[in-house]
Every structure is written in C-alpha cells, then in structure tokens.
Nanobody, 125 residues
C-alpha cells in the first residue's frame, strides 16, 4: 500500500511548467531523505532528484539539472518538484520515494523504501 501520494501531473506543451507535490498518506517523513524518480513507457525507472531531510542538500540527474528544482516543507510533510522548460522527453510517470533509513542521498531505486503510485506528466511538442 502506497505510503506517499503524488499530485500535480498533467499535459503541458514543450517549454511549459508543472509543479508536482508528494505528501505522506499515513505517517510523516520529516527526518528522511526523499526523492523523485520517473519511468517512461518501455524504460526502467530512473532517478530525477533527491533532497536531504532538512533540504540543505540536493542532487539532480544531468538531464534535468538547471530546469527542475526539488524542495520540501517539513511543516506540511510535503516534497515538491518544480519542473520548468519541460521537453517531450520528460514525459513519464513521476514517483516520489522516501529512504526509511534516513541514510545517504541515493540515486538508485533500491535506495528507497516507500513509494507513491505515481502521477503522469505528458509534454507535447
């Protein structure tokens, strides 16, 4: 059962923007690293961005660096992904994830323990 709920996906034209949100469904993760991944049809799930528990450290995939920004509001137990300058190749289902061990900021799927069910982002050319 999903521990996280994503929202904010949709259809946007190339060059447009979207902001994704991720909130826990049953418990808070204010002391845990969190991340966004995405999965396009026929492809493996890939890392997008990760953020430390206090928001002080972030890492991005090269493909989104300079266009996407990950942030969090622990008072609202919510993590965001601001996506600007969207491209058709950004089309995918976007998932948020949490590292239950509060460990290092991993970039692998296996580094994260809880996942949401995903939100679809479609960028038209």
């Amino acid at each position: 059962q999903a521990q996280l709920v994503e929202s904010g996906g949709g259809l946007v034209q190339a060059g447009g923007s979207l902001r994704l949100s991720c909130a826990p469904s049953r418990r808070t993760f204010s002391r845990n690293a969190m991340a966004w991944f995405r999965q396009a049809p026929g492809k493996e799930r890939e890392f997008v961005a990760t953020i430390s528990w206090n928001g002080g450290i972030t890492h991005y995939a090269d493909s989104v660096k300079g266009r996407f920004t990950i942030s969090r509001d622990n008072a609202k137990s919510t993590v965001y992904l601001q996506m600007n300058g969207l491209k058709p190749e950004d089309t995918a289902v976007y998932y948020c994830a949490v590292d239950a061990a509060a460990g290092a900021l991993g970039k692998r799927v296996d580094d994260y323990d809880y996942w949401g069910q995903g939100t679809q982002v479609t960028v038209s050319s």
